[in-house]
């Protein structure tokens, strides 16, 4: 008998589990990434640390062991950014802005390009003309239609990563529109196939502040504050991080499959002027 | 879970080697369970900090993690062990009050006792019943059945051997039953009164 009733509730109890409601789950992914990134990595043995790289380096295929080789390599400028204020000078210019632009499996970043007017080159990819990138990407490339923009001024490609190229076309500062800390650059467009992944907006939450807004009826997000890691799938379905180059606040939309970013220390509101104006 | 342990392995190895981001997608992988384990051993006001804190500590503790050895009750005994720290003495866990889902609108015929279909308001019997155990059984009932934990995660989250366990849940169920009983007894008493549906 005892038992019997027993094994009665253990089933209500399983049935009531189906219908709780539980707590919801604060995001700690991003609050403990937030975390580690500012503390010191802890002490690893090299060697198992060696080996297991390899191994997984192994077992990856040709474009993810590119991609992961590259991000080991962004990984270690990083470091090295962090590491020394000297150092970090160097590798900055090298890399172009904050290890960021290190095309994997391309040619070298080029050192940054003292252009009429000043540094716009943020180590984006190949400088070509306006032209060549359309012929090189797999998408129109569109460009703001914003009153007293223009044309830009500096054009990049990069047609290794992501997968169906990417361009980022640079206008360089003028009134309205403040100058880089880091460069002459007033504001950077940069267009690829891919989408922002939702977690990506967890965690750059952390670092900054995010506002949900629209660009042409479709989610767009608007960043403020600290620079940013900015993550999304590209279109061959591959995790890809990015860090802010401007240091300014960043607007990131999608239109159909294109993803859109522009980077300026202007207001939303001019953000979104230009955002709604790209044709 | 089961269908993928070599990932969950390849994972916890990269993290193991120093690889933040491997880290950060077994986090948000075992975010809802660290989460709800904290809540249920230190209330709702200390679960957030209790496992973020388990998380980090966790990380640190990585290089210790023997390799091959099962991660959940490895992480959840970090995360229960900084709740244990949080839990504030002497405090009942009034928070732990789970709501029952609306839905199923009980029937006209009273469903029998083999049923498995409760309605909402013999859920929320049942829950109140568990709520007004003590901390331990409550504890072990809701690892067991509400955030389905294995034995060996329950005896991490628990901080007791797993031998144990069984025992624990056993006494606990029992007790449970006694509580139920006695429900039954007084709600039994409350329909005999005319208008008993309240």
Same mark, same amino acid.
């Given at each position: 008998?005892?038992?019997?009733?027993?094994?009665?509730?253990?089933?209500?109890?399983?049935?009531?589990?189906? /219908?709780?409601?539980?707590?919801?789950?604060?995001?700690?992914?991003?609050?403990?990434?937030?975390?580690?990134?500012?503390?010191?990595?802890?002490?690893?043995?090299?060697a198992?640390?060696?080996?297991?790289? *390899?191994? *997984?380096l192994?077992?990856?295929?040709?474009?993810?062991r590119?991609?992961?080789?590259?991000?080991?390599?962004?990984?270690?400028?990083?470091?090295?950014?962090?590491? /020394?204020?000297?150092?970090?000078?160097?590798?900055?210019?090298?890399?172009?802005?904050?290890?960021?632009?290190?095309?994997?499996?391309?040619?070298p970043?080029?050192?940054?390009?003292?252009?009429?007017g000043?540094?716009?080159?943020?180590?984006l990819?190949?400088?070509? /003309?306006?032209?060549?990138?359309?012929?090189?990407?797999?998408?129109?490339?569109?460009?703001?239609?914003?009153?007293?923009?223009?044309?830009?001024?500096?054009?990049?490609?990069?047609?290794?990563?992501?997968?169906?190229?990417?361009?980022?076309?640079? *206008?360089?500062?003028?009134?309205?529109?403040?100058?880089s800390?880091?460069?002459?650059?007033?504001?950077?467009?940069?267009?690829?196939?891919?989408?922002?992944?939702?977690?990506?907006?967890?965690?750059?939450?952390?670092?900054?502040?995010?506002?949900?807004?629209?660009?042409?009826?479709?989610?767009?997000?608007?960043?403020?504050?600290?620079?940013?890691?900015?993550?999304?799938?590209? /279109?061959?379905?591959?995790?890809?991080?990015?860090?802010?180059?401007?240091?300014g606040?960043?607007?990131? *939309?999608?239109?159909?499959?294109?993803?859109?970013?522009?980077?300026?220390?202007?207001?939303?509101?001019?953000?979104?002027?230009?955002?709604?104006?790209?044709? | 879970?089961?269908?993928?342990?070599?990932?969950?392995?390849?994972?916890?190895?990269?993290?193991?080697?120093?690889?933040?981001?491997?880290?950060?997608?077994?986090?948000?992988?075992?975010?809802? !369970? #660290?989460?709800?384990?904290a809540?249920?051993?230190?209330?709702?006001?200390?679960?957030?900090? #209790?496992?973020?804190?388990?998380?980090?500590?966790a990380?640190?503790?990585?290089?210790?993690?023997r390799?091959?050895?099962?991660?959940?009750?490895?992480?959840?005994?970090?995360?229960?062990?900084?709740?244990?720290?949080?839990?504030?003495?002497?405090?009942r866990?009034?928070?732990?009050?789970?709501?029952?889902a609306?839905?199923?609108?009980?029937?006209?015929?009273?469903?029998?006792?083999?049923?498995?279909?409760?309605?909402?308001?013999?859920?929320?019997?049942?829950?109140?019943?568990?709520?007004?155990?003590?901390?331990?059984?409550?504890?072990?009932?809701?690892?067991?059945?509400? !955030?389905?934990?294995?034995?060996?995660?329950?005896?991490?989250?628990l901080?007791?051997?797993?031998?144990?366990?069984?025992?624990?849940?056993?006494?606990?169920?029992?007790? !449970?039953?006694? #509580?139920?009983?006695?429900?039954?007894?007084?709600?039994?008493?409350?329909?005999?009164?005319?208008?008993?549906?309240?």
């Open positions: 008998m005892s038992q019997r009733e027993l094994a009665d509730i253990e089933r209500a109890l399983t049935d009531l589990a189906a /219908s709780l409601e539980l707590p919801p789950t604060p995001d700690l992914a991003a609050a403990v990434s937030a975390r580690l990134e500012r503390a010191p990595a802890p002490a690893r043995p090299a198992g640390r060696r080996r297991w790289a *390899w191994r *997984w192994g077992g990856l295929g040709g474009w993810r590119l991609a992961v080789a590259g991000l080991a390599v962004l990984l270690l400028a990083a470091a090295v950014l962090v590491a /020394s204020p000297p150092t970090r000078e160097a590798v900055a210019r090298r890399l172009g802005l904050r290890g960021i632009g290190v095309e994997l499996g391309g040619p970043p080029p050192t940054a390009t003292t252009t009429p000043g540094r716009l080159d943020l180590g990819g190949r400088r070509v /003309s306006l032209e060549e990138a359309r012929r090189r990407v797999s998408f129109p490339v569109l460009l703001p239609g914003t009153a007293g923009l223009g044309q830009p001024d500096a054009v990049f490609v990069s047609e290794v990563v992501p997968p169906g190229g990417r361009v980022d076309l640079v *206008w360089r500062a003028r009134p309205g529109l403040p100058a800390p880091f460069t002459d650059a007033g504001l950077l467009l940069t267009e690829f196939k891919g989408q922002p992944t939702p977690e990506f907006i967890k965690k750059v939450a952390v670092a900054g502040q995010v506002e949900f807004v629209e660009v042409g009826g479709e989610p767009a997000y608007f960043f403020s504050g600290e620079p940013h890691f900015f993550t999304y799938l590209d /279109s061959a379905g591959n995790f890809r991080e990015e860090q802010t180059r401007l240091a606040n960043t607007l990131i *939309w999608q239109r159909g499959d294109l993803t859109l970013r522009l980077e300026a220390q202007i207001s939303k509101e001019e953000a979104l002027r230009i955002a709604e104006s790209m044709r | 879970m089961e269908g993928r342990p070599l990932d969950e392995q390849e994972l916890v190895e990269q993290a193991r080697g120093g690889d933040a981001r491997a880290y950060e997608v077994l986090v948000r992988r075992y975010q809802d !369970l #660290a989460f709800r384990t809540w249920v051993i230190a209330g709702g006001a200390d679960a957030e900090d #209790a496992a973020q804190e388990g998380f980090v500590k990380w640190y503790a990585l290089p210790r993690f390799a091959g050895s099962p991660f959940r009750p490895w992480l959840l005994a970090i995360v229960a062990n900084e709740a244990r720290n949080r839990r504030r003495s002497g405090r866990q009034d928070d732990l009050a789970l709501r029952v609306e839905d199923r609108p009980s029937g006209d015929a009273a469903p029998s006792p083999e049923a498995a279909a409760l309605d909402s308001e013999q859920r929320r019997l049942l829950l109140a019943a568990v709520g007004r155990l003590g901390d331990s059984d409550r504890q072990v009932i809701t690892c067991r059945y509400f !955030l389905e934990l294995s034995e060996a995660e329950m005896a991490a989250a901080g007791c051997r797993r031998g144990t366990v069984k025992s624990r849940l056993s006494r606990a169920l029992e007790r !449970l039953r006694a #509580a139920l009983a006695e429900q039954d007894a007084a709600a039994a008493a409350a329909t005999k009164l005319p208008g008993g549906e309240r």
